[in-house]
């Protein structure tokens, strides 16, 4: 059984950088895709975008300039990292487990992260 | 871009009613379409995928059909448990999720 747990900042102010990291715990860490994915309080899901274990990524072209996805795995964990927050990043980010063809089967708990001044 | 034009946004039924939620791509993504399930401050489950498979150990009530552009979702003898927010998604390599239907007890 695969668990995700993530972590970081759940408040910035406008113009900083949002931060989060994902540890895999349990499964396989290699040959799958591992993704990102928000939601803005009361709206739906929005894709922001994976990484293979080989490193490769996707992005949302809405967000590509100014995401990063990140892997490490020696230590079974992928990072996001969203430059230029304003408010309209205010959301709760997921990280999951799947991308590319293949379906979002395990989730991470969710964190809320805020821009606010 | 793809994208994922998911109808309706609201849906009020009672237990025991079959109900559909439709889902149609702006371009062909064959059958790699899936379906989630969320409820309020959980994150989605996946339901089906390749249009129309469902996920080990969810309940045969759920339907998925389609391909190409256009996918529909039905749930038939509504549980109590079945009342949440549905999502199709493409997954084409990028991925695309649609607007959500909100599912309510009438």
């Known amino acids: 059984q695969v668990q995700l747990q993530q972590w970081g900042a759940g408040l910035l102010k406008p113009s900083e950088t949002l931060s989060l990291t994902c540890g895999v715990y349990g499964g396989t860490f290699t040959d799958f895709y591992w993704s990102w994915i928000r939601q803005p309080p009361g709206k739906g899901l929005e894709w922001i975008g994976e990484i293979h274990h080989t490193g490769d990524t996707n992005k949302n072209p809405s967000l590509e300039s100014r995401v990063t996805i990140s892997i490490d795995t020696s230590k079974k964990q992928f990072s996001l990292r969203l430059r230029s927050a304003t408010a309209a990043d205010t959301a709760v980010y997921y990280c999951a487990s799947g991308g590319g063809h293949e379906t979002l089967d395990y989730w991470g708990q969710g964190i809320l992260v805020t821009v606010s001044s | 871009d793809i994208q994922m034009t998911q109808s309706p946004s609201t849906l009020s039924a009672s237990v025991g009613d079959t109900v559909t939620i439709t889902c149609r791509a702006s371009q062909s993504i064959s059958r790699w379409l899936a379906w989630y399930q969320q409820k309020p401050g959980k994150a989605p489950e996946v339901l089906i995928y390749?249009?129309?498979t469902l996920v080990s150990g969810v309940p045969s009530r759920f339907r998925g059909w389609g391909s190409g552009t256009e996918f529909t979702l039905t749930i038939s003898s509504l549980q109590p448990d079945d009342f949440a927010t549905y999502y199709c998604q493409e997954y084409t390599g990028y991925s695309t999720f649609g607007q959500g239907t909100k599912l309510e007890i009438k």
């Open positions: 390749k249009a129309s």
